[in-house]
């Protein structure tokens, strides 16, 4: 019983290194530069006033980067801005300020991200290397290197995927494998321990029942965080696609007229110098790409190299190009964002 315990906590701390891709870019502050004098980075959160309305969130087309190996794909999504500290606005400055809450909405993100983001950023703290991850449908593997006695050894995990309520994950271990050999035996004979898969550091958000693993994403994975039921997860190559809510295949076709955007409504928002009581603010991509480049954690550089604008009901619209790009002024309608034939300003002066 105690060798089938520690086959589960292995599978349980795998699969849950795989899916720290899920929903959304990081950049915790700790580890970036402390903020100069005279940046546009508040010194101390704003305010919120008593009994404030939600924000509401609506965003189609993101490539949201999470360093420069990791980042994840909206194709489109419905929810709300939630504050995750009683009295203090939602900063895009502070991502752990704020909680996405997704009523509706799909999430995706390619396996070779999700694979290099292992073999980068939790190569300190896995004892697996060179990890690979395929699958389809619900059927998930994950493959990797274990050193024990000096001898590289390759490591295999089976499973499936599911929704649990709760926004939580249900990942079903069918088998878990060393050299080809169930693992149950091969421990038997190499005296393999759990410290040798994953380490002795434990992860919070991983329960483990029997042969089922509960995976919260909101405990596993750092701020911004996402939140919502998930309906649906199944792995498309070379993707792993989220859904939230109620979903049909007509809402994806009628939203893929939509141009690349992000719009908070509502609420209080604030963003460098500025904060905004009954938000109305919307970052539109004007690079004329299919994704909107979008590095969160670093939103400012992307928006010196653009442009902004007032709007009659005195919101705020800013045009930014992709990362690492710059665009000439110009302006747009709401009626050119609802439809993807309508040209946005000047997009061949984007260089």
């Given at each position: 019983m105690k060798i089938q315990r520690y086959v589960l906590v292995v599978a349980a701390l795998l699969v849950a290194f795989f899916l720290a891709w899920i929903l959304w870019p990081s950049g915790?502050?700790?580890?970036?530069?402390?903020p100069q004098a005279g940046s546009g980075t508040p010194k101390t959160p704003a305010k919120a006033r008593a009994n404030a309305p939600e924000t509401t969130v609506y965003a189609h087309?993101?490539?949201?980067?999470?360093?420069?190996?990791?980042?994840?794909?909206?194709?489109?999504?419905?929810?709300?801005?939630?504050p995750t500290r009683t009295g203090v606005v939602p900063s895009l400055d502070d991502e752990s300020s704020f909680i996405f809450q997704i009523d509706r909405g799909l999430i995706h993100a390619n396996l070779g991200d999700i694979a290099n983001y292992l073999n980068s950023?939790?190569?300190?703290?896995?004892?697996?290397?060179?990890?690979?991850?395929?699958?389809?449908?619900?059927?998930i593997r994950l493959s990797g290197i274990m050193h024990k006695l000096l001898i590289p050894l390759p490591v295999e995990v089976l499973g499936t995927i599911a929704p649990a309520p709760g926004g939580r994950i249900h990942v079903s271990i069918s088998k878990i494998n060393v050299l080809k050999m169930p693992v149950r035996g091969l421990l038997k004979g190499l005296k393999v321990e759990v410290d040798d898969i994953v380490g002795k550091e434990p992860v919070d958000g991983v329960e483990v029942r029997d042969n089922d693993i509960y995976l919260n994403t909101t405990v596993l994975l750092p701020p911004p965080h996402i939140r919502g039921q998930i309906s649906a997860i199944e792995l498309h190559a070379p993707d792993v696609v989220v859904t939230y809510g109620s979903t049909s295949p007509e809402d994806d076709q009628q939203l893929a007229r939509w141009?690349?955007?992000?719009?908070?409504?509502?609420g209080s928002v604030r963003l460098g110098k500025l904060t905004m009581d009954d938000a109305d603010l919307t970052l539109v991509d004007a690079s004329?790409?299919?994704w909107f480049d979008l590095?969160?954690?670093?939103?400012?550089?992307?928006?010196?190299?653009?442009?902004?604008?007032?709007?009659?009901?005195?919101?705020?619209?800013?045009?930014?190009?992709?990362?690492?790009?710059?665009?000439?002024?110009?302006?747009?309608?709401?009626?050119?964002?609802?439809?993807k034939t309508k040209p946005l300003p000047n997009p061949a002066g984007v260089r």
């Amino acid at each position: 019983m105690k060798i089938q315990r520690y086959v589960l906590v292995v599978a349980a701390l795998l699969v849950a290194f795989f899916l720290a891709w899920i929903l959304w870019p990081s950049g915790s502050k700790k580890n970036q530069p402390a903020p100069q004098a005279g940046s546009g980075t508040p010194k101390t959160p704003a305010k919120a006033r008593a009994n404030a309305p939600e924000t509401t969130v609506y965003a189609h087309n993101l490539d949201l980067r999470k360093g420069p190996q990791f980042r994840i794909y909206v194709r489109w999504l419905r929810g709300r801005m939630l504050p995750t500290r009683t009295g203090v606005v939602p900063s895009l400055d502070d991502e752990s300020s704020f909680i996405f809450q997704i009523d509706r909405g799909l999430i995706h993100a390619n396996l070779g991200d999700i694979a290099n983001y292992l073999n980068s950023a939790m190569a300190a703290r896995s004892p697996l290397k060179e990890m690979k991850l395929t699958g389809d449908g619900q059927q998930i593997r994950l493959s990797g290197i274990m050193h024990k006695l000096l001898i590289p050894l390759p490591v295999e995990v089976l499973g499936t995927i599911a929704p649990a309520p709760g926004g939580r994950i249900h990942v079903s271990i069918s088998k878990i494998n060393v050299l080809k050999m169930p693992v149950r035996g091969l421990l038997k004979g190499l005296k393999v321990e759990v410290d040798d898969i994953v380490g002795k550091e434990p992860v919070d958000g991983v329960e483990v029942r029997d042969n089922d693993i509960y995976l919260n994403t909101t405990v596993l994975l750092p701020p911004p965080h996402i939140r919502g039921q998930i309906s649906a997860i199944e792995l498309h190559a070379p993707d792993v696609v989220v859904t939230y809510g109620s979903t049909s295949p007509e809402d994806d076709q009628q939203l893929a007229r939509w141009h690349n955007f992000l719009r908070l409504r509502g609420g209080s928002v604030r963003l460098g110098k500025l904060t905004m009581d009954d938000a109305d603010l919307t970052l539109v991509d004007a690079s004329g790409d299919r994704w909107f480049d979008l590095d969160l954690a670093n939103y400012n550089d992307q928006l010196v190299r653009g442009f902004s604008r007032m709007t009659p009901d005195r919101g705020l619209e800013m045009f930014m190009p992709g990362v690492g790009r710059a665009l000439p002024p110009g302006s747009i309608s709401l009626d050119t964002l609802r439809d993807k034939t309508k040209p946005l300003p000047n997009p061949a002066g984007v260089r």
